[in-house]
Structure formats: structure tokens, C-alpha cells
Nanobody, 131 residues
Framework: VQLVQSGGGSVQPGGSLRLSCVAS????????MIWVRQVPGMVFEWVSR????????VYNDPVKGRFTCSRDNAKNTVYLQMNSLATEDTAVYYC?????????????????????????WGQGTQVTVSS
């Protein structure tokens, strides 16, 4: 299993970034996906969850109205469009899969969010928002 996150960077408050997460090694289109973030030394915070076909998304309150999650199952990719970025959005962003016996391997981290166990596989992408 591989989840490769990219698209992070440094932006000023009010700026935008689009994160990508390319998946391989499992049946991507059959799983909900989630974006989570972590400030160093802090707990993981879920950001957004997207259904298998992308028709349903949920967002954590701090990002509602600013972030949009989407996916392209033909490309095995999930996206996170982040607008109106604020300093408190600074974190490492990860995508994750739900725990499944059909997704094999050793995840980097495991977290609980929205009543589900999620496995983090990649190294994440750093987002820094500062003036």
C-alpha cells in the first residue's frame, strides 16, 4: 500500500493550496478516504472525509466553507483544495484509509476519527501559513 501526498508549501494567510494523495496497492475506489493533519507535538485532527464515489463529503468545523475534498477514482487520487488559509492551518497533512483486512501492510500511524479506525501510510505534506 502506498499513499503519496503532495502539494504542500508555504503561503501567506488568505492563500490557497491544492493537496493530492495518490493511492496504490489496494482497491481505492471501494473505500472512503480521509484527510487528517497534525501539528508537531499535537494530536491528529481529522479534516475531511469523502465517500467512495465522491458524492458525499464531511468537514471538520475549523475548515468548513474553506476546504473542499474531491476524488478521481480513475486516477486513484484524492484532493484537498484549501482556500482562505489561516496560520492555524499550518500542519502536516495526510490522507488515510479505513482499517480493512483487505488493505495489507504496516501503516505509519493509526488514528480514530468519526467512529472509524484509519491507517496513515505516507509521510504527509507540510503546509505552512505565515506572513
Amino acid at each position: 500500500v502506498q499513499l503519496v501526498q503532495s502539494g504542500g508549501g508555504s503561503v501567506q494567510p488568505g492563500g490557497s493550496l491544492r493537496l493530492s494523495c495518490v493511492a496504490s496497492g489496494f482497491a481505492f475506489s471501494t473505500y472512503d478516504m480521509i484527510w487528517v493533519r497534525q501539528v508537531p507535538g499535537m494530536v491528529f485532527e481529522w479534516v475531511s472525509r469523502i465517500s467512495t464515489d465522491g458524492s458525499s463529503t464531511v468537514y471538520n468545523d475549523p475548515v468548513k466553507g474553506r476546504f473542499t475534498c474531491s476524488r478521481d477514482n480513475a486516477k486513484n487520487t484524492v484532493y484537498l483544495q484549501m482556500n482562505s488559509l489561516a496560520t492555524e492551518d499550518t500542519a502536516v497533512y495526510y490522507c488515510a484509509t479505513p482499517r480493512s483486512r483487505y488493505i495489507n501492510g504496516s501503516p505509519m500511524r493509526t488514528i480514530q476519527a468519526l467512529g472509524v479506525t484509519w491507517d496513515i501510510w505516507g509521510q504527509g505534506t507540510q503546509v505552512t501559513v505565515s506572513s
